[in-house]
């Protein structure tokens, strides 16, 4: 039977942390085996509000690819690709653009959002309204079955599909697929300080590259239960970080339970919970900081697994181009 194909990836922006973890990493690794997988590093969609940063992004690209190698995420079973190296992408988002109306870019809630957070007022550049378009291109091009995402990128892939669906229409054609976004079942991580989301510009995140001092300091540093004031007082496990993040990533579930369960009643100090938290962290890392330490002494092995990974992606995305375009009349020769 044929294997589905799963795309995802990442805006190449920073680090990549526990939230990322959770909430894609984890899964990556195990759909390796079950899908055709291509991993995007979306270099140029992290360029719309990075431009004047070209830097930042050229490093994050090879943090990145590190984090992705050193989790367990294996080059010869997903495909790691580098989304400004395939120039079909812009092609494509170019001849999208025509069926997309500028009111319905400005409807879209993420980028709503997202211009609202970053205040661009009336500095918007044209590029970030349109990335929706060019992550349709991204999801259309590898003819993706599935795509998974959090909540907040529900409208995009709605927005393709609308693509899609208006392409195949006009042009009288079946060459663009239909995709389906698949939601993460796990809840997303706090940040250290409690905040609904992990995540760097927010300063509360634990990252799969911290040393091990760094993960002590921000473990210890991080937000319990506020009323838990002294050892003997009853303390909340809902809404307390540090369980939180022993329920992620704990094994030992009847010791968990135990210690939850010592907590309510009171007479179990914070620093003991994190103690164990510290612990059950490093069992996790410790291993992936030292693959990291690895791939890191071999630039040139990280740089075959792009252009490999690049040049497997491309013959995928040259093929819908060359259907995109003969659909579209545009195959004069
Ligand atoms: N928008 C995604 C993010 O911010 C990155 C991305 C770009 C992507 N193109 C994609 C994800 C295509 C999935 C499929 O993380």
Redesign the pocket.
């Known amino acids: 039977m044929n294997k589905k194909t799963i795309?995802?990836?990442?805006?190449p922006t920073g680090r990549l942390h526990l939230g990322h973890f959770v909430g894609s990493l984890k899964k990556r690794v195990e759909a390796q085996n079950d899908f055709n997988q291509f991993i995007?590093i979306?270099d140029v969609?992290a360029l719309t509000d990075n431009f004047a940063n070209p830097q930042k992004v050229r490093d994050n690209i090879n943090e990145v690819t590190l984090d992705y190698l050193s989790v367990g995420i294996d080059p010869q079973k997903s495909t790691i690709l580098v989304q400004s190296m395939l120039p079909e992408l812009f092609e494509l988002t170019t001849y999208y653009l025509n069926l997309v109306t500028l009111a319905r870019l400005q409807r879209n809630p993420t980028v709503k959002t997202e211009i609202a957070q970053k205040g661009f007022d009336k500095s918007l550049p044209v590029g970030f309204l349109v990335y929706p378009v060019s992550?349709a291109a991204?999801?259309t091009a590898f003819k993706a079955d599935l795509?998974p995402?959090g909540e907040d990128?529900l409208p995009?892939i709605e927005q393709t599909n609308e693509i899609v669906r208006r392409f195949n229409h006009i042009y009288q054609t079946e060459t663009l697929k239909e995709c389906e976004a698949v939601l993460s079942d796990v809840r997303r991580l706090s940040g250290t300080d409690g905040n609904a989301k992990m995540g760097k510009s927010l300063n509360n995140a634990i990252y799969l590259s911290d040393s091990e001092e760094e993960v002590k300091r921000k473990v210890m540093g991080m937000m319990t239960d506020p009323a838990h004031l002294r050892v003997e007082d009853p303390g909340k496990v809902e809404g307390n970080p540090v369980f939180e993040y022993l329920e992620a990533f704990d094994n030992d579930k009847t010791g968990l339970e135990e210690l939850k369960n010592h907590y309510r009643k009171g007479g179990l100090g914070d620093v003991e919970v994190k103690k164990r938290l510290i612990k059950v962290l490093e069992d996790l890392l410790s291993p992936i900081r030292e693959r990291r330490q690895e791939f890191a002494q071999k630039p040139d092995f990280l740089r075959e697994v792009l252009l490999e990974g690049t040049r497997k992606a491309r013959l995928v995305t040259q093929k819908t181009l060359d259907e995109v375009r003969e659909a579209m009349k545009l195959n004069y020769f």
């Open positions: 795309l995802t990836g990442d805006r995007m979306a969609q992550q991204d999801i795509v995402v990128q995009m």
